[in-house]
């Protein structure tokens, strides 16, 4: 026999049972969404939700459609105690993609409406939080609120990758959400880079780029730079 499928009343359960098992009254669940594209924020979420009337569906935000998450997404916010925080690209690109997401850990889990208890990280380690937390490999799997902060933490990005494809249309930023897509890297290579792209990222995905680029600022004008 092939592996019995687990309902999504089944997988609530679990989730829940797996933050229950910490005996916290406040666990905090955090986690990110979008450490690898080649633009945009990373985006960062702590999130405090009661288990009381549990939300059927909230699973890892990468395993649900986009639409499954919006709907997600109201539900989630309505309840839970929650802080979504942006770090941008400059930041990400001073001081390197986990610095940046450690350091949107850290505003995350202060900007909640009262201190957690704990909190469980979907596999982040090295904080500088005042809570004691506990790391869980692929914790968007396993814990109901590492679940829903990943669920906030997508939808938010999203929102602002189609907010940027209003300003920047040549990349496909609504589509691609930023990722390195072969159609992203062609126009990266056919326009040059705006403002949002990661500069520290640019070089890895699209080789050599020391070559003039022109970098679109938000009122239209350009920006001549050379990147090395």
Not at 6 to 12: I, M
Not at 113 to 139: E, M, N, R, S, W
Request: with cysteine; proline share 5%.
């Amino acid at each position: 026999m092939g592996k019995v499928r687990e309902t999504p009343l089944q997988r609530t359960a679990r989730l829940i049972e797996f933050d229950s098992a910490f005996g916290a009254a406040r666990l905090c669940g955090v986690d990110e969404a979008g450490r690898g594209p080649l633009a945009g924020p990373v985006s960062v979420c702590a999130c405090v939700i009661p288990h009381a009337v549990p939300i059927v569906g909230i699973n890892d935000s990468k395993k649900l459609s986009e639409k499954a998450r919006e709907e997600l997404y109201d539900k989630i916010t309505a309840v839970a105690d929650y802080c979504v925080v942006l770090i941008d690209c400059k930041t990400i690109d001073r001081v390197n993609i986990l610095n940046a997401t450690k350091l949107g850990m850290k505003r995350a889990v202060e900007g909640l409406k009262a201190p957690p208890d704990c909190a469980v990280i979907d596999a982040v380690k090295g904080l500088d939080i005042a809570v004691p937390y506990t790391p869980v490999i692929k914790g968007d799997a396993k814990s109901y609120a590492v679940a829903a902060a990943s669920i906030i933490a997508k939808v938010t990005r999203d929102r602002y990758m189609r907010e940027l494809d209003e300003k920047y249309p040549q990349y496909g930023f609504a589509a691609n959400k930023g990722y390195g897509t072969p159609a992203h890297i062609a126009a990266l290579k056919a326009c040059g880079a705006c403002p949002e792209h990661r500069q520290s990222f640019i070089k890895n995905f699209v080789g050599d780029m020391s070559v003039q680029l022109t970098f679109l600022r938000h009122d239209g004008g350009e920006d001549k730079n050379n990147v090395r």
